[in-house]
């Protein structure tokens, strides 16, 4: 299995001419996911090629504007494409507020069973859960409550020994249950073990999301050891005195994260519009930490 994770926006709180507010698309094993939902977020999709109908679950980390206000437009043009499969909504209690406000007064009734999940921002919880992979929410240290994402590969499925699983002849429709670990019993009788059939399933991969934060090393425990971490990265550090006034971070303190937390790599974004040029703010990530990436909007970052 591996995630796709599609930069939609890598701008803080002012949108540019070609840099737009906070916004992921995640693809996992054919799950499709959003990540906070900034202005313009419908109209990165359509530009990426990306359908709306396919998004089953929105996570929002907390409920500044430059995060949440494309989400009434998306649902909206969801409703309007008469969207039929249940959406679920992650996010603060405020958020939902703010949502119920909207939709009271533009007297908005949805074709679509839409369900809100309020999230406790105070401590690490898992939020979500199935066969193939989980969700788990940790503190961030912002202005208003925010929370960050970890993704996480389930680790229950094996890896299926196709050659070995061709040469007994055993039927597709038994190959869910070995990769779950179950032995495999022929029409016969014949009980072949699981382990003659499978091979194991290895580390399982996982993506952590830190949108607005001050530096804090007490959320290094909830991202060590990452595949990928996604880290804001406002200000370059001579802007650090404005950073801690905003509870932002500094392009060097996500590589100081990111290196404390023995991550294997690192995506920078949320860029302050006072930036044109983004290489500096990558330059000064990697004295940190040398694995570090630009959050470039469109690109796809395969975690495999």
Same mark, same amino acid.
């Given at each position: 299995?591996?995630?796709?994770?599609?930069?939609?926006?890598?701008?803080?709180?002012?949108?540019?001419?070609?840099?737009?507010?906070?916004?992921?698309?995640?693809?996992?094993?054919?799950?499709?996911?959003?990540?906070?939902?900034?202005?313009?977020?419908?109209?990165?999709?359509?530009?990426?090629?990306?359908?709306?109908?396919?998004?089953?679950?929105?996570?929002?980390?907390?409920?500044?504007?430059?995060?949440?206000?494309?989400?009434?437009?998306?649902?909206?043009?969801? @409703?309007?494409?008469? =969207?039929? %499969?249940? &959406?679920?909504?992650?996010?603060?209690?405020?958020? $939902? /507020?703010? *949502?119920?406000?909207?939709?009271?007064?533009?007297?908005?009734?949805? @074709?679509?069973?839409? =369900?809100? %999940?309020? &999230?406790?921002?105070?401590?690490?919880?898992?939020? $979500? /859960?199935? *066969?193939?992979?989980?969700?788990?929410?940790?503190?961030?240290?912002?202005?208003?409550?925010?929370?960050?994402?970890?993704?996480?590969?389930?680790?229950?499925?094996?890896?299926?020994?196709?050659?070995?699983?061709?040469?007994?002849?055993?039927?597709?429709?038994?190959?869910?249950?070995?990769?779950?670990?179950?032995?495999?019993?022929?029409?016969?009788?014949?009980?072949?073990?699981?382990?003659?059939?499978?091979?194991?399933?290895?580390?399982?991969?996982?993506?952590?999301?830190?949108?607005?934060?001050?530096?804090?090393?007490?959320?290094?425990?909830?991202?060590?050891?990452?595949?990928?971490?996604?880290?804001?990265?406002?200000?370059?550090?001579?802007?650090?005195?404005?950073?801690?006034?905003?509870?932002?971070?500094?392009?060097?303190?996500?590589?100081?994260?990111?290196?404390?937390?023995?991550?294997?790599?690192?995506?920078?974004?949320?860029?302050?519009?006072?930036?044109?040029?983004?290489?500096?703010?990558?330059?000064?990530?990697?004295?940190?930490?040398?694995?570090?990436?630009?959050?470039?909007?469109?690109?796809?970052?395969?975690?495999?």
């Amino acid at each position: 299995m591996s995630f796709e994770v599609t930069i939609l926006g890598n701008s803080s709180a002012s949108p540019g001419p070609n840099r737009h507010p906070s916004g992921q698309y995640v693809s996992i094993c054919d799950h499709h996911v959003l990540i906070d939902c900034g202005e313009g977020t419908q109209m990165q999709l359509q530009k990426f090629k990306i359908k709306k109908s396919k998004i089953s679950q929105i996570f929002i980390t907390h409920v500044h504007g430059d995060h949440i206000l494309g989400l009434p437009g998306l649902l909206l043009s969801m @409703n309007l494409m008469r =969207h039929e %499969h249940p &959406l679920h909504i992650y996010g603060p209690k405020e958020l $939902f /507020e703010i *949502l119920a406000v909207f939709f009271k007064h533009s007297e908005m009734d949805f @074709n679509f069973p839409l =369900h809100y %999940h309020e &999230l406790d921002t105070t401590q690490s919880i898992t939020i $979500f /859960e199935n *066969l193939y992979y989980k969700v788990k929410t940790f503190p961030l240290y912002h202005r208003i409550p925010t929370v960050g994402f970890l993704f996480e590969e389930r680790s229950i499925l094996k890896k299926l020994n196709a050659e070995a699983c061709l040469k007994l002849k055993i039927p597709f429709t038994h190959f869910n249950n070995i990769k779950m670990g179950k032995d495999y019993i022929s029409p016969e009788g014949k009980v072949t073990p699981n382990e003659e059939l499978t091979f194991p399933s290895g580390q399982p991969l996982n993506y952590a999301y830190c949108s607005d934060t001050a530096y804090d090393e007490r959320l290094i425990p909830a991202i060590e050891g990452v595949d990928y971490l996604y880290h804001e990265a406002t200000f370059m550090h001579d802007k650090l005195e404005r950073a801690e006034q905003t509870m932002h971070s500094t392009a060097k303190q996500a590589g100081m994260i990111a290196k404390k937390a023995n991550v294997n790599n690192l995506i920078i974004g949320h860029f302050s519009s006072r930036y044109d040029d983004l290489q500096p703010l990558l330059d000064e990530a990697k004295t940190e930490f040398e694995n570090t990436e630009i959050a470039e909007e469109g690109r796809m970052f395969i975690i495999e």
